[in-house]
């Protein structure tokens, strides 16, 4: 069975204040790793997909990277548009297009 | 372009009634998905459709039924509501067999009383 653990459950950075989140994945032949961001009543955002250990992917200020074990979502720098719940997503060899998900992040960042 | 609509954004149930959230996609896509998401729990899939036609069990299905009579639309059945289904559900649609960005609707808020 795929797992997924996302640490820290909520993170609270002042602005400009770098950090990274984690994502912990087990899973029987990884397809992908996914990473989507959350606003407060809205669906996930695609953010990222990373397919393979090694890989990195930059989007403003983010930065996705992958090990064999783990993926970090690194924010630079961040602004209070930032905050958001980040989610990590991965797909086995199973098949389907199907997602396991982990629990997510929660990120505030003030002023 | 609207992409992923669900319908309602919000509804309260009794116990024991049924209903069925609406969801459509105009990309043309072929897989469709039903999540849930509960507090701290993470999204969880409920059922999920190759195709037309073709429809199966995810993650946590005992409770819901799906019919895939279109490309376009993938409803989601809730019989006999319980207190256990109150939750926010979301569709989510992908066009290929590799995995690329899943499209999610906004939501459907669900609460059963």
């Known amino acids: 069975e795929d797992q997924v653990t996302q640490s820290p459950e909520a993170l609270r950075l002042q602005e400009g204040e770098s950090s990274s989140l984690n994502c912990s994945y087990t899973v029987s032949g990884l397809r992908g790793l996914f990473w989507y961001r959350q606003d407060p009543g809205k669906g996930p955002e695609f953010l990222f997909t990373l397919y393979s250990a090694g890989e990195e992917k930059e989007k403003e200020r983010l930065k996705a990277t992958l090990t064999k074990k783990e993926s970090f979502l690194h924010i630079t720098a961040p602004k209070p548009e930032d905050s958001a719940t980040y989610l990590c997503?991965?797909?086995?060899?199973?098949?389907?297009?199907?997602?396991?998900f982990g629990t997510g992040t929660q990120l505030k960042v003030e002023l | 372009n609207a992409g992923v609509t669900q319908t309602p954004k919000f509804r309260i149930l009794k116990i024991g009634q049924s209903m069925t959230l609406q969801c459509t996609q105009d990309?043309?896509?072929?897989?469709m998905y039903w999540y849930r998401q509960d507090p701290g729990m993470g999204l969880k899939l409920i059922y999920y459709?190759?195709?037309?036609?073709?429809?199966d069990k995810g993650e946590v299905p005992n409770g819901y039924n799906v019919s895939r009579s279109t490309t376009e639309d993938f409803p989601l059945r809730l019989e006999l509501a319980a207190p256990s289904q109150t939750s926010v559900y979301f569709c989510a649609s992908i066009q290929g067999q590799r995995s690329e960005k899943l499209f999610f609707g906004s939501g459907t808020q669900l609460s059963v009383l």
């Open positions: 997503a991965v797909e086995g060899v199973g098949g389907g297009n199907k997602l396991t």
């Open positions: 459709s190759v195709g037309a036609g073709i429809t």
């Open positions: 990309m043309n896509h072929n897989y």
